[in-house]
């Protein structure tokens, strides 16, 4: 380590040295070309200022000038008689040179600047940032150059924003920006300058040291070659027999150096003829190649064999002609290839192929059914709900999970089928030699059926459920990504029906997904387009009649799509992250909406909000609400939040923590869609909820089907005995109306009352309104 330091600080001393060397070989060109430039310039403004005053300018500039050639030549003189120079000294000397001389000539265009001349303004300009521009590569230092920038042009800098015209401002900020630019060339320059030193003198060093090394290993390289552990032979080219060995051809074969005298190079190569052998070597003999490689194995004396792979070269410069072979046991090596081989194709934890090894398959798999006029089948499995098992139980029990389904697979699976590891919970199953689609659906009931047994890892149950989308080659698609895709699109569809199936994919999930697309790429930027709006259905209650409040519900209208239903585009907006500015926009505008129907009413009137689980996600939620509710000056009691029984299935503390801070500010939580989902009555009492709205599923039928009376029933009693208000959607005759006035539920919303309808159209309504009876 301290070597290496001592060589560094002697490089960058000689880096030094050539810097200041290039820096005063420069000097003399560079001094006698501005000298010209210089006496150019004052000629042409001759003119117009006084003989004595510019003779006198001139003068001051000579004597610097000459003072800078003879430090020059100082240098040069010294550089001859003596190598060994102090770098700091001549560096500051010449740093002083370039003050002087940038200080004068910069003066020029302080006290001779063309203030009445325009063209004579351009070119005292064009002369500051021309001569410095000249210099950019001809100072590999940064200081210097600095020193020379600054004083050339900061006096022409001055005289220019002095004008104070809009023109000179503009020519000000190009000077600046082109002082800019030369500073970073100036950089980028010495930057280069240094590294192309640096490799050189490094180069340099190393070349040196090489020579150094193959000197001493020239020395060296018998011995080492006699203790190698490589195997050298020295065989006869006419008959193969050994006339000399190494010791590692002694050690690994276990003959004795008078053993190998007797034996033949064929004795020890495994299963090699002679003439096979003169067929490998005879590029060797026509001079094609100057070694040839041999794989295959060696034969111990104890008839034991190992892999090897041999160089093989012959050398005629003896006679007779010898050959000398170099054979590396490749025992090791063969075993660690073996296992990257199965590391890059099969699944590590489960065993089976990967994602690697199934694209490969696949495509040699579609050209045996081409040929023989079969289907290929791609069945791609995920376990249901898998994150689940992952994040309650562990990640050591979802492994074990995913080890035994892959057993189960192997078990149900023919030896001609193809299972794959292709992702966390994913699998994939080609099934090759089938006829019809109809085997493919025997195979995915199956699978599906696997998982009806519990897995029991560490002596606990565990129960999952998988979806499967399958896709047919060629019927659904003859290339890999395309089967891929619309398996994945067919499996997203069985968990859109409520997963534990298998799906076949359908040309219809295409045009969906199509339509999912057109409508992400029109929802991206429809806030921003004004094209979303809000609408109200009103809240009646059934003691009094009157209206209490309103739901918002979201519209959005897209000149290319039209009216787009919630259904459609809300899922797409949670997934695609735009729900977050969406309910933002939601709840501001309904919160104004709703201070301004305090002006209609006699009575204080709630407004609703459906608010998404990914609203809570991101954190934002508690902090959007705050400054809604005080830039509306709307009540905070006045202001309903709905969330859905999804928010409450999340493992996370984050949702509870936020309702409760909302809840501690007043703000009414309802829980939407109640009996659709989980409706786990733990929520009911662990969640600080004060509203539970009954789903329209419920209400449609209440006249006709005895079940979901009984279940209303029971939802009304449940509710009102944790004291929780009640309402009721989707009311659109009047016997769903009076059933529901005798289970004593308090607030109703429906059709039967009103449609949803806009704010101008909910004002009149309020204006309007007479109490229901």
């Known amino acids: 380590m301290p070597d290496k330091l001592k060589q560094q600080d002697r490089i960058k001393q000689k880096i030094e040295l050539d810097r200041l060397d290039l820096l005063y070989r420069q000097s003399r060109s560079a001094i006698l070309t501005l000298v010209a430039i210089c006496t150019l310039y004052l000629y042409l403004i001759s003119a117009y200022y006084p003989p004595f005053v510019l003779l006198s300018w001139y003068a001051v500039f000579i004597v610097i000038a000459i003072c800078r050639l003879w430090l020059t030549a100082s240098y040069n003189r010294h550089r001859r008689s003596d190598s060994s120079i102090s770098i700091n000294l001549w560096l500051k000397l010449f740093r002083v040179g370039i003050f002087a001389t940038g200080f004068t000539v910069g003066s020029l265009n302080f006290f001779f600047f063309p203030y009445n001349l325009p063209s004579y303004q351009i070119f005292a300009i064009m002369f500051s940032v021309g001569i410095t521009a000249g210099t950019v590569t001809m100072l590999p230092d940064f200081f210097s150059f600095i020193v020379y920038l600054v004083t050339l042009m900061l006096p022409v800098t001055i005289q220019v924003v002095f004008i104070g015209d809009r023109l000179h401002s503009g020519v000000t900020a190009m000077i600046c920006i082109l002082a800019f630019f030369f500073i970073k060339f100036s950089r980028e320059f010495i930057n280069t300058f240094d590294l192309s030193m640096r490799l050189r003198y490094e180069n340099r060093d190393l070349i040196e040291d090489l020579e150094f090394e193959r000197n001493r290993l020239n020395n060296r390289l018998g011995r080492i070659l006699n203790d190698s552990s490589t195997e050298i032979f020295v065989v006869s080219a006419d008959t193969l027999d050994c006339l000399q060995v190494n010791m590692g051809a002694i050690e690994n074969l276990g003959y004795s150096e008078p053993e190998f005298a007797m034996i033949n190079l064929l004795d020890i190569f495994v299963g090699l003829s002679r003439e096979e052998f003169d067929k490998l070597v005879k590029p060797l003999y026509e001079g094609t190649q100057g070694t040839v490689y041999f794989n295959g194995s060696n034969r111990r004396q104890d008839f034991s064999t190992y892999p090897i792979e041999a160089r093989i070269q012959l050398s005629t410069v003896e006679n007779p002609p010898i050959i000398i072979v170099n054979a590396q046991d490749i025992t090791e090596r063969s075993r660690w290839e073996d296992r990257l081989v199965y590391q890059a194709n099969y699944d590590q934890l489960t065993g089976l192929f990967n994602r690697h090894y199934m694209q490969s398959f696949m495509d040699s798999a579609f050209v045996r059914a081409r040929r023989a006029r079969q289907k290929v089948i791609l069945l791609f499995m995920d376990i249901d709900n898998f994150k689940s098992i992952n994040d309650t139980l562990g990640h050591a ?139 109200y259905q009103p809240k009646i209650s059934l003691d009094t009649g009157r209206i209490v409040g309103a739901e918002a519900l979201l519209r959005w209208y897209n000149p290319d799509l039209g009216q787009v239903s919630p259904a459609k585009f809300v899922p797409l907006a949670e997934n695609m992250g735009f729900i977050e500015g969406i309910g933002r926009w939601v709840l501001e505008e309904a919160c104004r909406e709703a201070s301004i129907w305090q002006t209609l009413s006699s009575h204080p009137l709630q407004i609703s909000v459906n608010v998404s689980p990914q609203q809570f996600r991101a954190g934002t939620l508690l902090q959007t609400v705050t400054e809604t509710l005080s830039k509306s000056g709307l009540a905070n009691n006045l202001l309903e939040l709905e969330i859905t029984e999804s928010l409450l299935l999340q493992d996370s503390d984050k949702p509870i923590n936020v ?18 989902g989980y409706s786990s009555l733990s929520y009911l009492k662990q969640f600080p909820l004060q509203v539970l709205k009954i789903d329209r599923s419920f209400i449609s039928d209440l006249d006709s089907n005895q079940s979901s009376r009984t279940l209303v029933k029971a939802i009304v009693a449940m509710a009102h005995s944790l004291n929780l208000e009640v309402v009721a959607e989707g009311i659109e005759e009047k016997v769903q109306l009076d059933y529901l006035r005798q289970l004593e539920v308090e607030l109703i919303q429906g059709y039967y009352f009103s449609r949803p309808v806009p704010a101008d159209e909910f004002h009149h309504l309020l204006q309007n309104w007479t109490p229901v009876v």
């Open 659 to 676: 309702l409760q801070l909302l809840h501690g500010k007043g703000v009414r939580l309802a829980l939407d869609d109640f009996g659709t």
């Open 397 to 535: 029990t979802g492994d074990e999970v995913l080890k035994q389904t892959a057993d189960r697979i192997r078990a149900l699976l023919r030896e001609s089928d193809t299972p794959s590891r292709t992702g966390g919970d994913e699998f994939t199953i080609l099934l090759e030699g089938l006829e019809e689609t109809r085997h493919a659906e025997i195979v995915a009931r199956k699978l599906v059926d696997i998982f009806v047994k519990p897995f029991v890892v560490r002596g606990r149950e565990i129960f999952a459920t998988a979806s499967i989308g399958i896709s047919v080659y060629p019927d659904d698609g003859e290339t890999l990504d395309q089967l891929m895709q619309y398996a994945d699109m067919a499996m997203y569809k069985t968990k859109e029906l409520g997963r534990n199936s298998y799906s076949f994919f359908s040309q219809e999930m295409c045009r969906v997904s199509e339509e999912q697309v057109r409508i992400t790429n029109h929802l991206r930027n429809a806030l921003v387009n004004g094209e979303l709006s809000l609408v």
